[in-house]
């Protein structure tokens, strides 16, 4: 990887952290930009408590100056608001044993685990008895930090006009009109609370996800990412790993929650003959064309220059009121699951998620193909790129 990043931090610690190396000098960058990325993640209808609370801000650290980057690693901060109530609790210094820190300490601990999430496992492999220092971890909250990393990706693609956008097709057992051009609605999407098309749909959402919350349930859904003006031969078919759908789904997967991934028509392909499935190519005026996207812009590992697709399932958040049978990992007894405030759906978020994940593949593959020291020297790459292929 070029583009690499890692994040740290807790849902309920001090802060969130990225460090983002392989950024090439010269490319516009700004807090402003990036909190506009945060604020997309955070809208939603069906969104819990903790939105009220947190107003995502970053602060750049280092690899910025005078509003372009480097080419030194940027270092990304957002505060977490929640922090003033969660000092002791969350302290990284060993506290005094008083009565009082030991009351907020117990109070915070969790033993019942919440089956779906990553308690259970987690906190037998890494021999925690407090399930809180699991469950802090791998909280959605981590997503910020790669929304904040997405912005960054982002603002190197709009330097090669490849702009990207999200929107959802369900949620619970409402479906949508999944055979849009998204880039046709981008307002109706971006001010929809569902990220989706059609005041019809988005009511019978809305209606989904009242009847779930007043029944202390969560709801799932699934969503669509799509790209365009991405060029053609980003990835590769020669390696495993350097497949552009296989680094797309990888990333995508990784979300929390996210428990299916396909490229352009996906699954819906094991059920046609191929001659319904494969894109045909067409000639005209010394220019290749397509009526069909059925690949989803990729094929072979490869992009062919048509847009990049990408649909996703998530699954019903497990943290909920109406608790699950589970068990307690000091007692070893039959239990209800822990529960703590939790969104009862965060569909539209995960697709703004997903949206970013999307672009730190496309930006790492964009610096395989183009080199990644300066932006100039990627555009004279780039440039010379495409009136070759442009030739052929």
């Not at 202390?216 to 003006?229: A, E, M, P, Q, S």
Request: hydrophobic share 40%; charged share 25%.
């Amino acid at each position: 990887m070029i583009f690499r990043f890692i994040t740290s931090g807790e849902s309920h610690g001090k802060c969130l952290n990225a460090i983002i190396e392989g950024v090439p000098s010269g490319i516009s960058i700004s807090e402003e930009y990036i909190n506009n990325e945060l604020a997309r993640r955070q809208a939603g209808y069906g969104r819990g408590a903790r939105m009220n609370i947190e107003h995502d801000k970053v602060v750049i650290l280092s690899g910025v100056r005078h509003g372009k980057s480097t080419g030194a690693p940027i270092c990304l901060q957002i505060e977490n608001k929640d922090w003033e109530n969660w000092r002791i609790a969350m302290s990284v210094s060993e506290l005094d044993n008083t009565p009082e820190n030991e009351e907020i300490i117990n109070s915070k601990k969790i033993v019942n685990v919440r089956p779906g999430h990553a308690d259970y496992a987690g906190a037998l492999k890494y021999n925690q008895y407090d399930v809180r220092n699991i469950l802090e971890r791998s909280s959605a909250r981590e997503t910020a930090a790669r929304v904040a990393v997405g912005a960054v990706a982002k603002a190197v693609l709009k330097e090669f006009s490849i702009e990207g956008i999200s929107y959802v097709t369900q949620i619970g057992k409402v479906i949508g009109d999944k055979n849009i051009n998204p880039f046709d609605y981008v307002n109706e999407i971006e001010n929809s609370p569902f990220r989706t098309v059609g005041v019809e749909t988005g009511q019978k959402m809305k209606n989904e996800t009242d009847e779930a919350k007043a029944q202390g349930d969560t709801l799932g859904g699934r969503f669509c990412v799509v790209f365009k003006n991405v060029p053609v031969g980003l990835g590769s078919h020669v390696h495993w790993d350097r497949k552009l759908d296989g680094q797309l789904a990888q990333a995508v997967m990784s979300i929390q929650a996210v428990k299916s991934v396909e490229i352009g028509m996906g699954s819906a392909a094991a059920g046609e003959f191929g001659s319904k499935v494969h894109d045909e190519i067409f000639a005209e005026n010394g220019k290749y064309y397509r009526k069909t996207n059925n690949a989803g812009g990729i094929e072979g590992g490869i992009s062919n220059g048509e847009n990049i697709i990408v649909y996703a399932s998530m699954k019903p958040i497990p943290t909920m009121k109406k608790m699950l049978n589970s068990v307690a990992l000091d007692i070893k007894e039959n239990v209800k699951a822990h529960f703590e405030r939790s969104d009862t759906c965060a569909v539209p978020a995960c697709a703004v998620v997903a949206e970013s994940m999307c672009a730190i593949v496309l930006v790492n593959a964009l610096f395989e193909k183009f080199t990644h020291d300066s932006l100039f020297e990627m555009k004279k790459n780039y440039e010379n790129y495409i009136k070759h292929i442009s030739e052929r």
